[in-house]
């Protein structure tokens, strides 16, 4: 397989057996890996900020959204047969801000745990498909992050790691 433009993000589609999600710069197509055929699903002006990685969900095969650069989110919904199109873009309204990183709940599609430059963490409800929390006064920055089915576990710049409960920025320090 050869692209024009370089990959962000590459995923094994969970609803599509034989298919690989290809995100690039400014366009989204599927891998079709038997034929070996790329098949173009979306494009977006070039003036937009460029894409950086797609989410898939588990429980439901007409939505993902994917992250840009500039800390876009964009929400996309199947309308019918692999034709998807926006539903929803969400941006930081106080800031330019990158998401830095982000996880997902293995067991769960309701939120996404985001950490943005400038804001710091926040709280995706993806049902609501808007941030429903975030924690401007973060004392530290985020280095690495992932999720089991009950907690976000979090390292931060200065070797602590942190544990938020899902849906919540209560946590306590080991």
């Known amino acids: 397989m050869s692209c024009p433009e370089k990959i962000q993000d590459i995923q094994w589609s969970l609803h599509f057996p034989g298919f690989i999600w290809v995100l690039l710069e400014n366009e989204i197509v599927f891998f079709h890996i038997d034929s070996k055929t790329l098949l173009p699903m979306l494009r977006q ?3 937009a900020s460029s894409f950086l990685k797609i989410i898939q969900f588990r429980s439901n095969h007409k939505k993902f959204i994917t992250l840009h ?7 996309f919904e199947n309308k019918k047969d692999l034709i998807y199109s926006v539903s929803q873009e969400i941006i930081p309204k106080h800031c330019n801000s990158q998401v830095v990183t982000l996880a997902q709940n293995p067991i769960s599609d309701k939120e996404l745990f985001l950490v943005y430059s400038e804001i710091g963490p926040a709280l995706f409800d993806v049902d609501r498909e808007k941030i429903v929390t975030s924690c401007f006064n973060f004392p530290v920055t985020i280095t690495a992050i992932d999720c089991s089915e009950d907690y976000y576990a979090i390292g931060t710049s200065v070797g602590v ?3 938020f409960k899902f ?4 946590h306590h320090e080991s």
């Open 69 to 75: 650069r500039n800390g876009l989110l964009t929400v």
């Open 161 to 163: 790691v942190i544990l």
């Open 45 to 47: 002006r070039t003036s």
């Open 167 to 170: 849906g919540t920025f209560k």
